[in-house]
């Protein structure tokens, strides 16, 4: 019997770590919203009330580009509708992107934004954006998606430029075959 105590120590051990395991995967969430709000990834957005109330800044200009890409392999034909504007920190700004289905399915698509250089991610505030929800295309649809936006009259002096761009996925097409079926029968 002298290896029960160390099976005994194992499986405090393996509970333990089923425990921790547990309570990080729960952390994660918050975690992950707050390393999204400081980096800008995943597309946080301000609230459009609070650009109402700031004074825009008249006498500084800052140029926001925009970059569309595709992931590899997806049919889609995407791109900002214009490549770059500037923009006074504080004023509310609107801009789009166009995307085209050029397949002969139905596609769901969904973009994922991220901002350069990353200190600026905090001061970029989209109070629309496409990159919010997906997007549902049928067969060689194309749309202008727009993007309302605003610079925080905060972001530090230094940064004159500001980089948004966007990734466009195709989620499986099995699923949006399946959505597809969901939405005609409706």
């Not at 034909?77 to 509310?92: C, E, K, L, N």
């Not at 002096?157 to 699923?175: G, I, N, P, Q």
Request: glycine share 8%; charged share 15%; aromatic share 12%.
């Amino acid at each position: 019997m002298t290896g029960k105590p160390g099976n005994n120590a194992l499986v405090g051990k393996l509970v333990l770590l089923t425990i921790g395991m547990f309570g990080f995967g729960y952390l994660l969430v918050p975690i992950y919203d707050v390393f999204c709000e400081i980096t800008g990834l995943g597309g946080r957005t301000g609230d459009q009330a609070t650009a109402v109330a700031m004074q825009p800044d008249l006498d500084r200009l800052v140029t926001i580009e925009f970059i569309a890409s595709v992931n590899q392999g997806a049919p889609w034909d995407f791109r900002p509708t214009v490549s770059h504007m500037q923009v006074h920190p504080g004023q509310m700004y609107r801009t789009s992107f166009f995307a085209q289905n050029q397949s002969d399915e139905f596609l769901v698509g969904h973009a994922v934004p991220s901002v350069a250089p990353g200190q600026a991610a905090r001061y970029l505030q989209k109070t629309e954006c496409f990159c919010f929800n997906q997007q549902d295309f049928n067969a060689r649809e194309s749309k202008d998606m727009p993007v309302v936006f605003f610079l925080d009259p905060e972001i530090p002096e230094h940064v004159d430029t500001v980089t948004l761009s966007y990734t466009f996925f195709a989620r499986d097409r099995l699923a949006a075959a399946g959505q597809d079926a969901s939405i005609t029968t409706k």
